[in-house]
């Protein structure tokens, strides 16, 4: 799954586009859950074109149907090597809780470099946030609250973004 990331992040990176890995493969980062099916990433709404120019060289999915309760801006389902990755520009949930607009614009993810490619990790506490307002992700909220917590039992301080 590294190298579908690599291979991403490479063709995101050259097109200079504001992107950032959430969902379960975020989890996966922060040893939260050991494994991850496929690769969410979260992209500025300001580079969909450009997105979509640096992506063309990838399998896309020939039609996307929103998940019930999704209503993104836009969203766009690849596969590279096998894994699936999903692609979403304005991410928005809509549950009996209320509507939630991922902040994503407002954003600095977090940058770590893998094989001299740069990597960008969206914010865990907004992605609790964004897991709260899901039907069914109820498990996977009180997986990063008790990651939370014994962060915070530790002492050490959580730094997701630069």
């Not at 992209?43 to 060289?57: G, N, P, R, W």
């Not at 964004?130 to 915070?152: C, D, H, N, P, W």
Request: hydrophobic share 40%.
């Amino acid at each position: 799954m590294e190298e579908v990331l690599l291979k991403l992040a490479r063709a995101l990176n050259k097109a200079d586009v504001k992107w950032a890995v959430g969902a379960s493969m975020l989890l996966k980062y922060y040893k939260i859950v050991e494994t991850a099916r496929d690769i969410d990433i979260l992209v500025s709404t300001e580079d969909i074109e450009k997105c979509l120019t640096a992506l063309s060289e990838f399998e896309r999915a020939a039609k996307v149907h929103s998940k019930a309760g999704f209503s993104s801006v836009h969203f766009e389902k690849y596969c590279i090597d096998g894994v699936g990755i999903d692609v979403m520009f304005g991410l928005t949930i809509s549950s009996d809780k209320g509507k939630y607009s991922y902040p994503f614009e407002n954003e600095t993810p977090l940058e770590i470099e893998v094989k001299g490619e740069k990597f960008y990790y969206a914010s865990l506490q907004e992605w609790c946030t964004a897991y709260s307002y899901m039907i069914g992700r109820e498990k996977k909220v009180e997986l990063i609250e008790a990651y939370f917590q014994t962060v915070s039992r530790r002492g050490e301080r959580i730094t997701m973004q630069k």
